[in-house]
């Protein structure tokens, strides 16, 4: 039988997808015949504004073998414990989603069906006070998890905040000790095989060829190999979320060094804050059919906490997928393969779960339809589902000050999360399909926390005698906050364990 492994694997495009793609497949090169070459330019800048991770992000750099004090020594980062909404459901509303758990389930009933019941009745505490992940956020306070099974402090979850430019060229480093190659140059040319249309090559200036089995497209929004050549199409998902540009902007830290993101609706979009070490990264996503370039500048400059270190950078995008994601021998990874906005910080998760299955249906050299059929199919699902929990905070805001928001409150979603949103209304039954990445807990932490009350609780709660479970609920809640005090601050624990160099 022929020898059909991929040998040449290019990956068009470094910045953070490219250098994430790279370090975790250099592990092909173990088998000896395998090489991995990363085309990038110097002369074309990359986005690199996402700087706001979720929990996964620790499997990928666990699955690497990094440190984690010396990736974020290297990326000026910070510990990350959730996202605070502020004027979401509306004006002056605040709430946290913050990652774990709520509380325990109690003889297998849910925990938050208990709440439902006896919160309106003043016998339980707000819900958050029952997660200790949101407590130790609001507390400015960040250590590890307990790894002992069943402590309270084994249920906490964190995240990182870090420079994604600084982050990109960390795993260069470690890719290219490693033996991935480097090719500077601009590409402009892509050369095809008849009759398949695979690609065959990427030719840089001056004429260089670099030619490959497997290419791997993270050139960004402009899709150079996976639109640009092979033109898979684009599904706009604009109609349902209208935000169009974006501004970027460092600014100076402050203090205290808070461990989570905030997202803070203005008129036409929101800003994003997310403390770094060394600086404080600020955005404004909006509407431009709402707002004006100008006016959303002076929006976003007027609420910083802090001086701004240069112009705002502008970026324009439309939120949507390509159509397919893996097209012939031609997998596209980050911009290149859709756009979500950051709202839930999913950026990075996108890239790493499309490089773990790549990894997972890896091809030979005839990429066969069937693994082609299955990556697409996986992606799609799960680009949906993050789609719809995305959308879930536009549809749920009460809003009327200001036309944007109205629009987004009166907006058809998908079926596929009105379900959802008719399920908890109903009786706060929430379902996650198909291993969905965002947790019952996290649909609670925004449904409730926007506003949406269910009319009953699961009938089951009765079952139970009242006195008993009140004072259980009152027990997990002195847990959890004496669990949240015992740790080190935010800022403590980093200057310990993980400060950067000057």
Not at 219 to 241: A, K, P, V
Not at 243 to 255: I, Q, Y
Request: with cysteine; aromatic share 10%.
């Amino acid at each position: 039988m022929a020898d059909m492994a991929v040998r040449d694997v290019v990956i068009v495009g470094g910045g953070t997808a490219g250098w994430m793609a790279a370090a975790a497949l250099c592990r092909l090169q173990l088998n000896g015949t395998t090489s991995i070459t990363v085309v990038e330019s110097d002369e074309i800048g990359i986005v690199g504004v996402g700087e706001a991770t979720i929990p996964p992000i620790r499997t990928y750099n666990t699955m690497l073998g990094l440190d984690e004090r010396e990736m974020l020594r290297a990326t000026r980062g910070s510990y990350k414990l959730g996202i605070e909404f502020v004027n979401w459901g509306r004006v002056g509303d605040v709430y946290l989603h913050p990652f774990g758990s709520f509380g325990r389930d109690i003889e297998a009933i849910r925990f938050h069906q208990f709440w439902l019941k006896y919160y309106p009745l003043g016998l339980a505490a707000p819900l958050a006070e029952y997660n200790v992940t949101a407590v130790a956020a609001k507390l400015n306070r960040f250590h590890h998890p307990n790894p002992e099974p069943g402590t309270v402090l084994n249920s906490l979850e964190y995240a990182y905040h870090f420079d994604a430019t600084l982050y990109g060229r960390f795993l260069r480093s470690y890719a290219e000790a490693r033996g991935v190659k480097r090719q500077e140059g601009k590409i402009v040319q892509v050369r095809q095989r008849e009759p398949d249309g695979f690609i065959e090559a990427v030719v840089l200036t001056g004429g260089r060829r670099v030619p490959g089995d497997l290419f791997i497209d993270c050139s960004g929004f402009r899709g150079l190999l996976i639109e640009q050549t092979l033109h898979c199409g684009y599904e706009d998902w604009s109609h349902w979320l209208p935000c169009d540009r974006a501004l970027a902007v460092p600014s100076e830290s402050v203090n205290p060094l808070i461990p989570y993101t905030r997202a803070t609706a203005h008129t036409a979009g929101w800003q994003w804050r997310i403390p770094l070490q060394h600086r404080t990264g600020n955005g404004y996503v909006y509407c431009s059919r709402y707002v004006s370039d100008d006016e959303a500048t002076a929006t976003l400059l007027k609420n910083l906490d802090a001086k701004a270190m240069g112009d705002p950078r502008p970026l324009r995008f439309v939120t949507g997928r390509r159509r397919k994601f893996w097209d012939r021998n031609c997998v596209a990874l980050g911009l290149a393969a859709g756009f979500l906005e950051p709202l839930e910080s999913t950026s990075i998760y996108l890239i790493q779960s499309g490089i773990a299955r790549l990894l997972a249906l890896f091809p030979d050299r005839t990429c066969n339809e069937v693994e082609i059929d299955e990556y697409n199919r996986l992606t799609e699902l799960q680009m949906e589902q993050i789609r719809d929990f995305i959308i879930l905070h536009y549809k749920l805001t009460q809003r009327a000050d200001a036309p944007f928001w109205r629009s987004c409150a009166s907006m058809e979603v998908p079926q596929t999360l009105a379900r959802k949103i008719n399920l908890f209304r109903r009786r706060g039954r929430i379902v996650r399909y198909q291993d969905e990445l965002f947790t019952e807990d996290s649909w609670l932490a925004v449904m409730l926390g926007q506003n949406v009350k269910p009319e009953r609780y699961d009938p089951l709660v009765d079952v139970l005698a009242q006195d008993n479970t009140v004072a259980v609920l009152r027990r997990m809640q002195v847990l959890v906050r004496q669990a949240a005090e015992s740790l080190p601050g935010h800022g403590d624990f980093i200057a310990r364990h993980c400060a950067a160099a000057g």
